[in-house]
């Protein structure tokens, strides 16, 4: 009995630096106009969420797993578990904050610099 509680609290302890890397990410950045963000919509105005230890895009929404923080660049590095469409896949991405507040983030071959939402459009939050 002692023992599975040990071994639950070294799991929460070993859980909580993954929780910590992605805290910084959380909310909802524009790929179009920031005054203009439409969630769970393809769009100019289109909104990325990254909500807990998930990413949210059009139709799809990708797990983010085991980080690993960038030396001196206060930028992670994470495994990504993608389902969408009827289909599931698997990449790596770099998120980081650049000094204007804003969201870089990085896969295979793309690179995007996304501003913080500053007002939502009507449009379905992204389950």
């Known amino acids: 009995m002692a023992m599975r509680g040990l071994l ?19 909310g909802d950045w524009a ?3 920031p ?4 969630l769970g919509a393809d ?5 990325l969420r990254i909500a807990g230890d998930t ?5 799809s929404a990708c797990r983010l797993t085991n980080p690993v923080a ?4 206060g930028a992670v590095l994470f495994d990504a578990e993608c389902s969408g469409e ?12 650049d000094a204007d507040g804003a969201l870089v983030y990085v896969r295979d071959g793309f690179a995007q610099v996304l501003p913080r939402c500053r007002s939502m459009a009507g449009a379905a939050p992204v389950k």
């Open 31 to 33: 790929t179009g106009n």
């Open 35 to 38: 005054d203009a963000c439409v």
């Open 86 to 97: 009827g289909e599931t896949w698997r990449d790596r991405r770099l998120l980081m904050i």
């Open 8 to 26: 639950f609290v070294f799991g929460l302890l070993a859980a909580a630096p993954a929780v910590a890397q992605v805290e910084a990410f959380q």
């Open 43 to 47: 769009g100019a105005n289109f909104a």
């Open 70 to 73: 960038v030396r001196d660049m």
């Open 55 to 59: 990413m949210f895009g059009i139709e």
